[in-house]
């Protein structure tokens, strides 16, 4: 074994750009497992309602039951007096005009709180290496001569990747969940859209999932294996047809991602409908991003809305998918005068029609953020302890003043003059004023007034300089002190 370390580790920032789905496969029907209030979609946990409905009575399920059925679940809890928002944990925001009659749910975890499995991501990443490994083999083909054409991604993954769990690349990449919460998803009205003729592109029927909302952030994990390459390559035990890395991740996603972009840009000349020019203008924009990303940055594509392509990484240009392979691989051989796949999911993203499930990954290397948090927490410790010192300061300056002024309220009025004149902060417009009552003091306090202010003339430069005035005070100073 080489004596670096064993795996490559680095914090991967997930942004979305566009809202990203991953069902849970569970369909939430209205009036049972949300309701509408306004602009609010509210998510109802069925097992505190059924615990509050049980709680009624045996008459009270009865009718229960038969408002559900009824569709009036909502109007029934209202005659009850009982607010549906006890059972209800979070809330989503919902701006159309119809109620959806039913939301396909992310995927949460144990708490509630939606998450994109890593499983995802790597799915997403997957398509990219497929990509890249077959474009870098002039010569790959895949023989489907007896191959059930269903099966057939199996034989493709299975040359590209390894024929069994122990050979598969995918065995070198490990990626981390990414949470996210509750207040970070939306729902999304999603329109199927599809070619209705070789030049119209419009909606067929709207889909309502619940998503992660874009310009939302989360952090993960993702790790390259570097013992089971290296074992590779002593030993030709696995036959990995790559070296996963951070750089060659990064091209096949750049690679994936511009051939997507050219890809739907053909696909939309010539054609004409309400979602084109938007359509037209997010591949436009993000083909600007890309180009604008650092070397640490790649946008991708991943989940519910890439479509067959996001699945498949593009592995076949539209001049090879000939009507025979269509019929062979069962890819709408129904339509063939059309180009495949001839629809797409999209949703309004700041109101421009958009596709879905667009993300932005920035990697960092492990070892740089930690060496960033110890640091962040050194700066932590360092104005901790700077604002104890201040604290300590301000309470030490508040136990003197109250001490002084304490130590006042005991004295006499001369006496307070003659220590008013030792504050530091005293005025010279003060001093002189209470210079100009000197001679009204006691014989004893007019001793010690005439100190203080020698030693305040003598800080301020005024005992042995200063005008023809100053100079018959110091005098009169002086001469009370006896000196000369």
Not at 127 to 152: C, E, H, S, W
Not at 198 to 205: H, L, P, V
Not at 206 to 218: R, Y
Not at 263 to 282: N, Q
Request: charged share 30%.
């Amino acid at each position: 074994m080489n004596d670096h370390t064993i795996r490559t580790v680095y914090q991967c920032n997930l942004h979305i750009l566009t809202p990203v789905h991953v069902g849970s496969g569970e369909k939430l029907i209205e009036h049972f497992d949300f309701f509408r209030q306004g602009g609010k979609i509210h998510m109802i946990n069925s097992s505190k309602m059924f615990a509050t409905v049980e709680k009624l009575g045996a008459d009270k399920i009865m009718e229960f039951t038969q408002a559900v059925e009824d569709g009036d679940m909502v109007a029934w809890f209202q005659k009850q007096g009982i607010r549906q928002d006890r059972f209800a944990p979070y809330s989503l925001t919902f701006s159309g005009k119809k109620t959806p009659r039913e939301i396909h749910a992310h995927i949460r975890d144990a708490f509630g709180n939606p998450f994109i499995p890593g499983s995802s991501l790597k799915g997403a990443l997957r398509t990219a290496i497929i990509r890249k490994l077959a474009k870098a083999k002039d010569d790959f083909q895949v023989k489907i001569k007896g191959t059930n054409p269903k099966y057939m991604d199996q034989a493709i993954c299975g040359a590209l990747l390894g024929r069994d769990p122990k050979e598969n690349l995918l065995r070198t990449l490990s990626v981390g969940d990414y949470a996210f919460q509750p207040d970070q998803t939306s729902i999304q009205q999603v329109w199927v859209n599809r070619l209705t003729s070789k030049t119209n592109f419009a909606g067929k029927f709207p889909i309502h999932i619940e998503g992660i909302s874009n310009n939302t952030a989360s952090q993960g994990t993702i790790s390259f294996d570097e013992f089971l390459p290296d074992k590779d390559s002593e030993k030709k035990c696995f036959r990995f047809k790559a070296r996963l890395s951070l750089p060659w991740l990064l091209e096949a996603c750049r690679n994936l991602t511009r051939h997507t972009i050219e890809t739907e840009l053909r696909f939309l000349e010539g054609t004409a409908g309400k979602p084109v020019e938007g359509l037209s203008g997010f591949y436009t924009l993000l083909s600007d991003q890309v180009k604008n990303l650092s070397e640490n940055e790649v946008i991708i594509q991943m989940a519910w809305g890439s479509g067959w392509r996001g699945m498949t990484g593009q592995l076949l240009e539209s001049d090879n998918l000939t009507d025979d392979l269509r019929k062979k691989l069962r890819l709408a051989d129904k339509y063939l005068p059309f180009p495949f796949p001839k629809s797409r999911r999209l949703t309004l993203v700041n109101g421009t029609d958009s596709p879905m499930g667009w993300i932005k990954l920035s990697f960092l290397p492990m070892e740089e953020v930690k060496k960033a948090e110890k640091e962040r927490q050194r700066q932590q410790i360092s104005l901790q302890k700077e604002h104890q010192r201040r604290e300590a300061e301000e309470q030490f300056r508040q136990e003197a003043e109250a001490k002084r002024r304490s130590e006042l309220e005991a004295m006499t009025p001369e006496e307070r003059e003659i220590a008013e004149i030792g504050v530091p902060s005293v005025l010279e417009s003060r001093v002189v004023e209470i210079y100009n009552r000197i001679d009204e003091f006691s014989e004893e306090n007019k001793k010690k007034l005439a100190e203080v202010l020698k030693q305040y003339w003598e800080t301020h430069g005024k005992w042995k300089k200063g005008s023809d005035k100053q100079k018959r005070k110091v005098e009169k100073v002086k001469g009370i002190l006896e000196e000369r």
